[in-house]
């Protein structure tokens, strides 16, 4: 299991932006998968976004791409996630989860689901108001 922990959420007015940050002590995210995730109230948790490890690449789900970017920094040894254009429908806690790969299989793909990422932060609540 990865300790990790999440930062940059706060209150924000819609039509605003907020970056979140990921990281952890204890290993090397260059390593690992990583994926966004958030939960609204009274909703289930859904997948936001997600880099893997080994090139770099990012997808997105749903209606994210073109508002939402993740990125690498491997100098602070966190991903972010940059939100913009936000509305309130994005208030939600936000997660970030990650995976090391272990196979060639799972090296080159990355599941961006909840089922695909085996240690999780506690959260960082956004919240838009509008």
């Known amino acids: 299991q990865v300790q990790l922990v999440e930062s940059g959420g706060g209150l924000v007015q819609s039509g605003g932006s907020l970056r979140l940050s990921c990281t952890t002590s204890?290993?090397?995210?260059?390593?690992?998968?990583v994926g966004w995730f958030r939960q609204a109230p009274g909703k289930e948790r859904e997948a936001v976004s997600c880099i893997d490890s080994e090139k770099g690449a990012t997808y997105y789900k749903d209606s994210f791409e073109g508002r939402f970017t993740i990125a690498r920094d491997a100098s602070k040894n966190s991903v972010y996630l940059q939100m913009n254009a936000l509305t309130p429908e994005d208030t939600a806690v936000y997660y970030c989860?990650?995976?090391?790969?272990?196979?060639?299989?799972?090296?080159?793909?990355?599941?961006?689901?909840?089922?695909?990422?085996?240690?999780w932060g506690p959260g960082t609540q956004v919240t838009v108001s509008s």
């Open positions: 989860a990650a995976v090391r790969p272990r196979t060639v299989m799972e090296k080159l793909v990355i599941v961006c689901e909840e089922s695909g990422f085996a240690s």
């Open positions: 204890t290993v090397s995210l260059d390593d690992y998968h």
